[in-house]
């Protein structure tokens, strides 16, 4: 969702891309980075810095977790993240059985999911992890008496424990692992102008991808300057935004490239009006 009373803008007819002028911070590194392109196609300048360094969770556990969904011990395979497929990748035994279902949060996780197994995950949520709770196959309790219980989560080791908290009180066995854990990246590991263009001001939006990306930034280049919205992901990252006491300008829809575009655009828009049309000549 949008922040109450912003405009849903778009590019205008006739006019100039609606983000053009706009400098947005994008705090990671990604090749094929489908969020940074479509925001640089709107006309932004997108600076990009990884502000964490992602570190694997311990080897046995990832084994574990691979080895009950090899014997088929899991009912359900619930993954939350792209990051959480990469860390138990190294680990799975591919095809997995087909007695397991797996539900994914957004479409990169579900796209990382097939390139790595050729299947299809059978559930997609769009949003944050609680949309997962909006499917009765996973909000209600287990099919049968005698069904297959337990639900693998693994994920970050920073992860919100409410997901495991409301599956466990429709009835499911979970089995949290922690899949990884993010920290802080190394301050030097910045590009200086980064650093330069966040203390004049020369930053109007950033894209806040995750609650550790958050907590990163403020540590990395303190709080945001006067007139520097924020852009939440999904409404973890709000919440989280919102607790460490920084306003949020806008909530993207769906973690997607459109929805964060949208956000961006809902909060420059809100901040300082629309792009200037480019002048015609004389």
Known sequence: MTRPGAAQAGPREGGGAPLSGRVVLLPRLKERDRIAS????????VLRAAVTRTVPGEAAALEATARRIKVGEAAW??????RTVEALAP??????PSTLRVAVVGPATARAWTELTGTA??????????ALLQDPALAGPPPAPNAARRVLLPASALADPALADRLRQAGWEVEQVAAYTTITADAHDLPPRLERAWAAGG??????????????????LGPPPRGTGLV??????????????????AVASSPTPEGVLQATIDATWAAT?????PQEPP
């Open 121 to 130: 995950p059978d559930l997609v949520a769009r949003g944050s992890a609680a």
């Open 91 to 96: 680990y799975l035994h591919v095809p997995v």
């Open 77 to 82: 395979l619930v993954l939350t993240s792209a």
């Open 232 to 249: 939440a992901i999904g409404a973890t990252t709000a919440a989280a935004t919102r607790g460490l006491g920084l306003p949020v300008a």
């Open 203 to 220: 930053v109007d939006v950033v894209v806040l991808t995750a609650p550790s990306s958050t907590r990163a930034v403020l540590d990395l």
């Open 38 to 45: 479509t925001l640089e196609r709107a006309g932004a300048e």
């Open 273 to 277: 009006g629309p792009a200037p049309a």
